[in-house]
Every structure is written in structure tokens, then in C-alpha cells.
């Protein structure tokens, strides 16, 4: 039985310049394999489109596939408001990840402007971002002074 529940953040796009780009922030929970979160989409060329849905779904993984190829399965529906609102839902997706919810395809749908717009992407995993190579901002501060001061 497993156990864990984890948080990804994915982008999904098809890398072309000013087409809609999709964030899904997610978190996974192994044991029921459901995955709740928020998907924000933006596109910066006309017409500009900006979206944003909470979203719940869940995951299925393919047993006995080798193990560079695609084996979870993600499908997500998605409201402005949730998933127990009376707003009808404004997103889905269906994707196809690896093991490690690195890097897949995606098809998506998201409502805006009175019709359905569809989409397919590649999906990567956001690289994660730590401080602890950064100075604290005190001792940032403390060495630009003392390189003012030597300059």
C-alpha cells in the first residue's frame, strides 16, 4: 500500500511564441490517487486569454511498461469555484506523464469567451527552486556595502 502525498507544478505548452501556456499547481495524493489544485493559463498574443480554474481529478499507472515510456494517467475537470459548485465546469484535461510526473503529452479544453478552446501540449515539470545557495538577504546586503565601500 502506498503512502504519501506530494505537490507538483507542471507546464504544459507546445513551445510556440505567444501560445497559450498552462500551469497546473497539484497536489497528488498516492494513496486514493486523487490530485486537486489550481491550472492558470495565459496567452500573451492577441487575443489575449487569461484562465484560471481550481481543478480535481485523478491518476492511474500502467503496470509492465518499460520504464522510459509514459505509465501514469492523469484526468482533471476543473470550475472557477470547485468541484461541489453549481458553476459548471470550465476545464478538462487528459495527460500522459511519466513515473516521475516529469514530462508527457497533455490534451486540454478550457471555456473562455462563450466557446470551448482546445489544446495539446508537451507537459514539464517546473524545476524546483531552493535558497539555500543564496545568502540570507542580511549578509547579501553586508557584502554590497563592503564592495561599495572598496570601490
Keep these: 500500500m502506498a503512502i504519501g502525498l506530494f505537490h507538483t507544478r507542471l507546464n504544459v505548452g507546445n513551445g510556440l511564441p505567444g501560445a497559450p501556456f498552462l500551469t497546473l499547481d497539484l497536489l497528488v495524493n498516492v494513496v486514493s490517487k486523487k490530485v486537486t489544485g489550481k491550472a492558470r493559463l495565459y496567452q500573451a498574443t492577441h487575443p489575449v486569454q487569461v484562465f484560471h480554474a481550481d481543478v480535481w481529478g485523478s491518476y492511474s499507472e500502467l503496470p509492465f511498461v518499460p520504464a522510459a515510456s509514459p505509465s501514469v494517467i492523469l484526468h482533471l475537470d476543473g470550475s472557477p469555484s470547485g468541484p461541489f459548485s453549481q458553476i459548471a465546469q470550465t476545464f478538462h484535461l487528459q495527460g500522459l506523464l511519466d513515473k516521475a510526473w516529469s514530462h508527457g503529452t ?19 515539470k517546473v524545476p524546483e527552486i531552493t535558497h539555500q545557495d543564496h545568502a540570507r538577504p542580511a549578509e547579501r546586503l553586508k557584502a554590497a556595502i563592503k564592495h561599495l565601500e572598496h570601490a
Design 106 to 124: 497533455a490534451s486540454y479544453r478550457y471555456f473562455a469567451n462563450g466557446h470551448w478552446i482546445d489544446q495539446h501540449g508537451r507537459v514539464r
